[in-house]
């Protein structure tokens, strides 16, 4: 496995539990629409990937990024990895950024505008990857695996919890940069597997549709 993929996942397995442990490190570099607008505090946009709401949601991104980082790698390099992985998470808080704008109050963490776009960029390569996932014994193949993920983001999205905190906005944002990143370096083997990358971008589809013409969110 690439050095850089260990990095990044330990890097943030630890600044997580370190969030875990201490309120004051959570809340200076967690996401918040008040803080970046107000105070110009645009470490926020990078630092919230670092940052998750309990074990199992970082549990579940380090493991996403786990079985698929390889894939951009392979394709893209370590350098490619890094662009997509940091521009996603960019991309997918400056998307959070717009939706509510007018919400000075919203926060949100976690690296799921970074893994979305990895997610993304590996199915567009390698749309029919098995993955074993927990306790069912048959692989469940990539592209199905990226619609049920992004399915629970866009509900979670369009039905909010209090104190959730997850960033399930960035999501699309990330997603977009990846398979734009993918399509862009790489065309042929995006527009080979465009049927995998319809299937999985269904749920997307739906929250632009929400976002952008019933205008529900921001």
Not at 121 to 131: E, K, R, T, W
Not at 148 to 168: A, K, Q, T, W
């Amino acid at each position: 496995m690439s050095t850089v993929l260990i990095i990044i996942i330990a890097a943030t397995a630890i600044i997580s539990y370190f969030g875990f442990n201490n309120q004051g490190v959570f809340e200076k570099y967690k996401f918040n629409v008040g803080a970046i607008l107000r105070n110009k505090e645009y470490v926020r946009l990078i630092s919230a990937g670092f940052l998750h709401g309990d074990l199992m949601h970082l549990l579940f991104n380090m493991m996403t990024l786990y079985f698929f980082g390889p894939i951009v790698i392979q394709a893209f390099g370590d350098l490619g990895f890094l662009v997509i992985y940091f521009g996603s998470i960019l991309l997918g808080n400056l998307f959070s950024l717009y939706l509510y704008k007018n919400q000075s109050w919203y926060s949100a963490i976690g690296a799921s505008g970074g893994v979305s776009g990895i997610l993304f960029a590996s199915i567009a390569m390698i749309p029919d990857l098995g993955i074993y996932f927990f306790f069912i014994p048959i692989p469940i193949p990539g592209y199905i695996f990226g619609l049920v993920y992004f399915g629970y983001s866009v509900y979670s999205m369009l039905n909010p919890r209090e104190h959730d905190n997850i960033g399930h906005a960035a999501h699309m944002g990330g997603a977009f940069f990846g398979l734009v990143y993918a399509v862009a370096l790489q065309p042929a083997r995006a527009v080979e597997n465009a049927q995998f990358l319809g299937i999985m971008a269904l749920p997307l589809i739906y929250m632009a549709y929400m976002v952008f013409v019933k205008k529900r969110i921001g």
